[in-house]
């Protein structure tokens, strides 16, 4: 690679409800082996439990992320593969071990692990801060079956101890608390695409004022195309399905209300740049991304190439371009303005 960081592929497995699961999944397993023909480091998978006909008409189709990823590890050779990011709160720690360390048996030296919390349900009488409180209890569990064969309570873990697993977990930190818990633990660090640049920042200088020694590696969700013209007309349908989907929620929401955003977006070019939905021809995306490493600091990154409203066709075009024309302008100061 020539220039810029590590990239490597994030693929939520949202598919729209008209979809069924199996043209999801097999859909994504294309995308993927295209990806690692194209030399793509990685590929991460969401993990999804929500139920069909969610926010803006589609869902994530993998709740059982080691499980399709058993199967990415025997129908791909070189990539690595990871959760992206596994919910620890769904499982007890023992049994998060033991998927860990047989999916390393599978793809030896190419498993890469995000562990995250999850979401707080609406309903959740359990307080932000006690949810990372447990999360953190979780790592802790998890580093000692890993490490010793055996964790806090004494249980055993069913297969041999696997330390060198400890340097292949990502921790999907927000709080301090937690950020100073992965630095402290020699864990790395992984921010995600709903958050704004500006905030996955503030994150990274966190874990590394604290001592993290880690890499950080951040999601953005990109797509290329020969023209600029060309990127907008593909990504017309996606660009508004994804907006009613995340718009005006979380985050966004927060940039509204503080005044970071206008309160209304009344072109595709402006819904995409208020949700970091970075498309155009090479240049163009090669200038984003080259903007978005210089404001946050990360070490790694991972694009998001698939959102319901893209073709499939138009995906591994842009992962072909990603590949020859995006890549080696990664690290390139940005063109001169007029």
């Given at each position: 690679?020539?220039?810029?960081?590590?990239?490597?592929?994030?693929?939520?497995?949202?598919?729209?409800?008209?979809?069924?699961?199996?043209h999801?999944?097999?859909?994504?397993?294309?995308?993927?082996?295209?990806?690692?023909?194209?030399?793509?480091?990685?590929?991460?998978?969401g993990?999804?439990?929500?139920?069909?006909?969610?926010?803006?008409?589609?869902?994530?189709?993998?709740?059982?992320?080691?499980?399709?990823?058993?199967?990415?590890?025997?129908?791909?050779?070189?990539?690595?593969?990871?959760?992206?990011?596994?919910?620890?709160?769904?499982?007890?720690?023992?049994?998060?071990?033991?998927?860990?360390?047989?999916?390393?048996?599978?793809?030896?030296?190419?498993?890469?692990?995000?562990?995250?919390?999850?979401?707080?349900?609406?309903?959740?009488?359990?307080?932000?801060?006690?949810?990372?409180?447990?999360?953190?209890?979780?790592?802790?569990?998890?580093?000692?079956?890993?490490?010793?064969?055996?964790?806090p309570?004494?249980?055993?873990?069913?297969?041999?101890?696997?330390?060198?697993?400890?340097e292949?977990?990502?921790?999907a930190?927000?709080?301090?608390?937690?950020?100073?818990?992965?630095?402290?633990?020699?864990?790395?660090?992984?921010?995600?695409?709903?958050?704004?640049?500006?905030?996955?920042?503030?994150?990274?200088?966190?874990?590394?004022?604290?001592?993290?020694?880690?890499?950080?590696?951040?999601?953005?969700?990109?797509?290329?195309?020969?023209?600029?013209?060309?990127a907008?007309?593909?990504?017309?349908?996606?660009?508004?399905i994804y907006f009613?989907?995340?718009g005006?929620?979380?985050?966004?929401?927060?940039?509204v209300?503080?005044?970071?955003?206008?309160?209304?977006?009344?072109?595709?070019?402006?819904?995409?740049?208020?949700?970091?939905?970075?498309?155009?021809?090479?240049?163009?995306?090669?200038?984003?991304?080259?903007?978005?490493v210089?404001?946050?600091?990360?070490?790694?990154?991972?694009?998001?190439?698939?959102?319901?409203?893209?073709?499939?066709?138009?995906?591994?075009?842009?992962?072909?371009?990603?590949?020859?024309?995006?890549?080696?302008?990664?690290?390139?100061?940005?063109r001169?303005?007029?």
């Amino acid at each position: 690679m020539i220039g810029g960081p590590p990239i490597g592929v994030f693929n939520q497995m949202w598919a729209s409800t008209a979809v069924s699961d199996r043209h999801a999944i097999e859909s994504a397993i294309k995308e993927i082996r295209h990806a690692e023909a194209e030399d793509f480091t990685s590929v991460w998978i969401g993990e999804h439990h929500l139920p069909p006909g969610g926010p803006g008409g589609f869902h994530g189709r993998v709740p059982a992320t080691e499980i399709f990823l058993g199967y990415l590890a025997a129908a791909t050779t070189r990539i690595a593969i990871g959760t992206g990011v596994k919910i620890l709160a769904t499982n007890s720690a023992r049994r998060s071990a033991e998927e860990m360390a047989t999916l390393n048996l599978l793809a030896p030296g190419r498993v890469e692990f995000g562990l995250g919390m999850g979401p707080t349900a609406p309903d959740s009488k359990e307080s932000r801060e006690e949810k990372a409180a447990r999360y953190r209890e979780l790592l802790t569990a998890i580093l000692e079956y890993l490490d010793r064969g055996h964790g806090p309570d004494g249980a055993v873990l069913s297969l041999s101890p696997c330390p060198e697993l400890t340097e292949k977990i990502w921790v999907a930190a927000r709080d301090e608390p937690t950020l100073a818990f992965a630095a402290q633990r020699r864990l790395h660090l992984v921010v995600g695409q709903a958050e704004p640049a500006r905030q996955q920042a503030q994150y990274v200088r966190r874990y590394r004022a604290e001592g993290g020694r880690g890499q950080a590696r951040g999601a953005r969700l990109a797509f290329v195309a020969e023209t600029r013209a060309k990127a907008e007309a593909d990504c017309a349908i996606a660009t508004e399905i994804y907006f009613a989907a995340l718009g005006n929620k979380g985050y966004h929401a927060q940039a509204v209300a503080e005044g970071r955003f206008p309160p209304t977006a009344p072109t595709p070019a402006e819904r995409r740049r208020q949700l970091d939905f970075l498309i155009g021809d090479p240049d163009d995306v090669a200038e984003l991304l080259n903007a978005y490493v210089e404001e946050t600091g990360v070490d790694r990154l991972d694009l998001m190439v698939q959102i319901p409203g893209l073709e499939p066709d138009a995906v591994r075009r842009s992962l072909s371009l990603i590949r020859s024309e995006v890549r080696p302008r990664l690290g390139v100061p940005a063109r001169p303005t007029a």
